[in-house]
């Protein structure tokens, strides 16, 4: 649940901007009890407070790319990163096991064009101080928080939560899902784009038999929507998202959709996830937790 803080767009470092950095980050401290870190340089000062799940060791944050040009802070998790850094072994030289550093590597190649690349639930800010320029990005439909905001004097502040901003500048807004923000263009555009967010698009779609192999879901179409059955890509959602190097638990609610999101954990949680199912996980029995009220 990490959390991300600061101020970007800064004329000149002050002591003064870097105390006001760190008292934002103080205001999420609750959601990283693992780590704090900051950097502040050029016309950028980012902060993270981190909850450890993918690598505790040598992950802290911010992360930066091998010749310390760029730097980044993340709130989330990146699910096909270990399909990112087999694709760049030997062209970029990683310095954590953290799944988010791939950003850097992608980064590095393609600019900011890299978002589709991405599997996972994000919101980051990756400062160029080569170039002196920031992308802001946040997942599809928004599950990590973000909110942006400027001061009078053209300063923009993000973070995790809105009380992270509140008194240190003078408009703020939600940071809007599945959008980026780019230094040199000045304004949130939106970046994730489907053709099934259109009526139109998936009038008449129906979903595929459960005994259905996931060949013939990927096979089979609908005008021009590819379908999956419901029941396929659920388990794998919760297959891929079990990745961790930290025990984890279920939150069971009493609801049906906890109960499911349980169920599918539990059928995959002997295993672990970052070998593929070929080795035993560290903590094979899966936790549940409920609140009664």
């Known amino acids: 649940m990490c959390g991300i803080a600061g101020i970007l767009n800064i004329k000149s470092q002050t002591k003064e901007l870097r105390d006001k950095a760190l008292k934002m980050a103080q205001k999420i401290r609750h959601r990283g009890p693992d780590w704090s870190g900051i950097y502040v340089g050029g016309s950028?000062?980012?902060?993270?407070?981190?909850?450890?799940?993918?690598?505790?060791?040598?992950?802290?944050?911010?992360?930066?790319?091998?010749d310390r040009k760029q730097v980044l802070a993340v709130n989330g998790e990146i699910y096909n990163h270990r399909d990112i850094r087999a694709k760049y072994a030997g062209k970029y030289d990683f310095q954590t096991g953290s799944d988010c550093?791939?950003?850097?590597?992608?980064?590095?190649?393609?600019?900011?064009?890299?978002l589709e690349d991405i599997s996972g639930i994000f919101a980051f800010v990756l400062y160029d101080e080569e170039r002196d320029e920031f992308l802001i990005a946040r997942d599809p439909i928004g599950v990590i928080p973000l909110?942006?905001?400027?001061?009078?004097?053209?300063k923009i502040y993000f973070g995790s939560e809105l009380k992270?901003?509140?008194?240190?500048?003078?408009?703020?807004?939600?940071?809007?899902?599945?959008?980026y923000f780019y230094s040199k263009e000045g304004k949130m555009k939106r970046w994730y784009s489907r053709d099934w967010t259109d009526y139109e698009a998936v009038k008449g779609y129906e979903t595929i038999e459960d005994d259905k192999t996931v060949k013939d879901c990927e096979?089979?179409?609908?005008?021009?929507?590819?379908?999956?059955?419901?029941?396929?890509?659920?388990e794998d959602a919760v297959h891929r998202q079990l990745m961790?190097?930290?025990?984890?638990?279920?939150?069971?609610s009493g609801g049906l959709d906890s109960s499911v999101i349980s169920a599918i954990a539990k059928k995959?949680?002997?295993?672990?996830?970052?070998?593929?199912?070929?080795?035993?996980?560290?903590?094979?029995?899966?936790?549940?937790?409920?609140?009664?009220?």
Do not use: M, N
């Open 244 to 252: 961790s190097d930290v025990p984890y638990g279920v939150l069971l």
């Open 164 to 179: 992270a901003l509140e008194g240190f500048c003078d408009e703020y807004e939600v940071f809007l899902p599945g959008h």
């Open 268 to 293: 995959y949680a002997a295993k672990r996830i970052e070998t593929d199912g070929a080795s035993d996980a560290w903590w094979p029995q899966l936790h549940s937790f409920a609140i009664g009220l």
């Open 101 to 114: 550093e791939v950003i850097l590597a992608l980064y590095k190649e393609k600019g900011i064009h890299f």
């Open 44 to 66: 950028a000062i980012l902060a993270h407070e981190r909850l450890s799940i993918v690598d505790p060791q040598s992950g802290g944050q911010p992360l930066y790319s091998p």
């Open 219 to 234: 096979a089979a179409k609908t005008d021009s929507v590819q379908t999956r059955d419901v029941k396929i890509a659920l």
């Open 147 to 154: 909110y942006i905001g400027k001061d009078k004097d053209g």
